[in-house]
Protein backbone atom coordinates (compact mmCIF):
# COMPACT_ATOMS: atom_id res chain seq x y z
CA UNK A 1 0.00 0.00 0.00
CA UNK A 2 1.47 3.33 -1.01
CA UNK A 3 0.78 4.94 2.79
CA UNK A 4 2.75 2.19 4.06
CA UNK A 5 5.87 3.43 1.62
CA UNK A 6 4.97 7.20 3.19
CA UNK A 7 5.45 6.19 6.28
CA UNK A 8 8.85 4.04 5.69
CA UNK A 9 10.65 6.58 3.99
CA UNK A 10 9.14 9.35 6.57
CA UNK A 11 10.90 7.21 9.26
CA UNK A 12 13.50 6.63 7.56
CA UNK A 13 14.65 10.28 6.57
CA UNK A 14 13.69 10.84 10.28
CA UNK A 15 16.76 8.48 11.90
CA UNK A 16 18.67 8.05 9.08
CA UNK A 17 18.82 12.19 9.91
CA UNK A 18 19.35 11.59 13.91
CA UNK A 19 21.91 8.67 13.65
CA UNK A 20 24.08 10.33 10.77
CA UNK A 21 24.54 14.12 12.36
CA UNK A 22 24.41 12.91 15.95
CA UNK A 23 26.67 9.84 15.44
CA UNK A 24 28.76 10.24 12.70
CA UNK A 25 28.70 13.70 11.72
CA UNK A 26 29.08 15.69 14.41
CA UNK A 27 31.69 13.66 16.13
CA UNK A 28 33.69 13.90 12.78
CA UNK A 29 33.51 17.57 13.25
CA UNK A 30 35.73 17.46 16.58
CA UNK A 31 37.43 14.98 15.63
CA UNK A 32 38.87 16.25 12.72
CA UNK A 33 38.47 20.12 13.00
CA UNK A 34 40.72 22.27 15.55
CA UNK A 35 38.67 24.89 16.22
CA UNK A 36 36.44 23.40 18.61
CA UNK A 37 34.18 26.54 18.30
CA UNK A 38 33.70 26.33 14.68
CA UNK A 39 32.67 22.34 15.14
CA UNK A 40 30.47 23.40 17.67
CA UNK A 41 28.48 26.02 15.43
CA UNK A 42 28.02 23.74 12.41
CA UNK A 43 26.93 20.56 15.07
CA UNK A 44 24.78 23.33 16.05
CA UNK A 45 23.54 24.01 12.85
CA UNK A 46 23.00 20.43 11.44
CA UNK A 47 21.37 19.73 14.85
CA UNK A 48 18.90 22.21 14.25
CA UNK A 49 18.48 21.00 10.63
CA UNK A 50 18.00 17.77 11.80
CA UNK A 51 14.86 18.65 13.96
CA UNK A 52 13.26 20.29 11.48
CA UNK A 53 13.46 17.37 9.68
CA UNK A 54 12.14 15.35 12.45
CA UNK A 55 9.46 17.69 13.03
CA UNK A 56 8.04 17.15 10.08
CA UNK A 57 8.44 14.00 9.24
CA UNK A 58 7.37 13.04 12.70
CA UNK A 59 4.15 15.49 12.49
CA UNK A 60 3.57 13.71 8.90
CA UNK A 61 3.46 10.53 10.42
CA UNK A 62 1.09 11.76 13.45
CA UNK A 63 -1.45 12.75 10.39
CA UNK A 64 -1.03 9.49 8.75
CA UNK A 65 -1.57 7.66 11.92
CA UNK A 66 -5.08 9.51 12.80
CA UNK A 67 -6.38 9.36 8.61
CA UNK A 68 -5.60 5.70 8.48
CA UNK A 69 -8.34 5.05 11.13
CA UNK A 70 -6.28 2.26 12.98
CA UNK A 71 -7.12 3.47 16.27
CA UNK A 72 -4.02 5.00 16.92
CA UNK A 73 -4.32 6.73 20.04
CA UNK A 74 -3.99 2.58 21.38
CA UNK A 75 -0.99 2.05 19.47
CA UNK A 76 2.21 2.64 21.74
CA UNK A 77 4.29 3.43 18.14
CA UNK A 78 2.26 6.68 18.18
CA UNK A 79 3.02 7.12 21.27
CA UNK A 80 6.52 6.75 21.31
CA UNK A 81 6.36 9.30 17.94
CA UNK A 82 4.86 11.64 20.16
CA UNK A 83 7.37 11.55 22.77
CA UNK A 84 9.92 11.61 20.10
CA UNK A 85 8.47 15.02 18.52
CA UNK A 86 8.31 16.19 22.47
CA UNK A 87 11.86 15.33 23.22
CA UNK A 88 12.73 17.31 19.64
CA UNK A 89 11.03 20.57 20.69
CA UNK A 90 12.53 20.34 24.22
CA UNK A 91 16.20 20.72 22.31
CA UNK A 92 15.25 22.69 19.30
CA UNK A 93 13.20 25.75 20.87
CA UNK A 94 14.31 25.18 24.69
CA UNK A 95 17.94 23.81 25.72
CA UNK A 96 19.36 24.99 21.86
CA UNK A 97 18.88 28.72 22.10
CA UNK A 98 20.17 28.67 25.90
CA UNK A 99 23.59 26.59 24.77
CA UNK A 100 23.69 29.35 21.75
CA UNK A 101 23.42 32.43 24.67
CA UNK A 102 26.05 30.53 26.53
CA UNK A 103 28.19 29.87 23.74
CA UNK A 104 27.95 33.34 22.80
CA UNK A 105 29.00 34.64 26.23
CA UNK A 106 32.37 32.93 25.95
CA UNK A 107 33.20 29.33 28.27
CA UNK A 108 36.02 29.98 30.55
CA UNK A 109 36.50 26.53 31.43
CA UNK A 110 35.44 26.07 35.19
CA UNK A 111 32.93 29.17 35.24
CA UNK A 112 29.60 29.03 36.20
CA UNK A 113 28.90 29.48 32.07
CA UNK A 114 31.01 26.35 31.59
CA UNK A 115 28.85 24.57 33.75
CA UNK A 116 25.65 25.44 32.60
CA UNK A 117 26.68 24.51 29.26
CA UNK A 118 27.99 21.41 30.34
CA UNK A 119 24.80 20.16 32.15
CA UNK A 120 22.80 21.55 29.17
CA UNK A 121 24.74 19.66 26.53
CA UNK A 122 24.32 16.65 28.20
CA UNK A 123 20.98 17.11 29.03
CA UNK A 124 20.80 17.99 25.37
CA UNK A 125 23.09 14.94 24.21
CA UNK A 126 20.79 12.63 26.50
CA UNK A 127 17.39 13.73 24.76
CA UNK A 128 18.92 13.63 21.19
CA UNK A 129 20.42 9.37 21.84
CA UNK A 130 16.88 8.59 23.57
CA UNK A 131 15.25 9.58 20.10
CA UNK A 132 18.41 7.63 18.49
CA UNK A 133 17.36 4.69 20.63
CA UNK A 134 13.05 5.64 19.99
CA UNK A 135 13.92 5.95 16.27
CA UNK A 136 15.56 2.46 15.99
CA UNK A 137 12.82 1.05 18.22
CA UNK A 138 10.42 2.24 15.41
CA UNK A 139 12.48 1.05 12.51
CA UNK A 140 12.67 -2.46 13.96
CA UNK A 141 9.00 -3.13 15.05
CA UNK A 142 7.60 -0.99 12.02
CA UNK A 143 5.07 1.77 12.45
CA UNK A 144 1.94 -0.91 12.85
CA UNK A 145 1.06 -4.07 14.77
CA UNK A 146 1.69 -6.66 12.59
CA UNK A 147 3.36 -4.97 9.52
Not at 52 to 65: M, P, R, S
Not at 80 to 86: E, G, N, P
Not at 87 to 97: A, D, E, G, K, N
Not at 133 to 141: F, T, W
Request: proline share 3%; net charge positive.
Amino acid sequence: MMIDRVERLLLTVWVGCLWAVGLLVAPTLFRVLDDRKLAGTVAGDLFSQVAIIGLVCGIALLVIAYTQNYRPQKEWRVWLIVVMIALTVISRFVLQPMIVDLRSQGIVPGSDIAKTFGMLHGISSALYMANCVMGAVLVVMGLRRGR
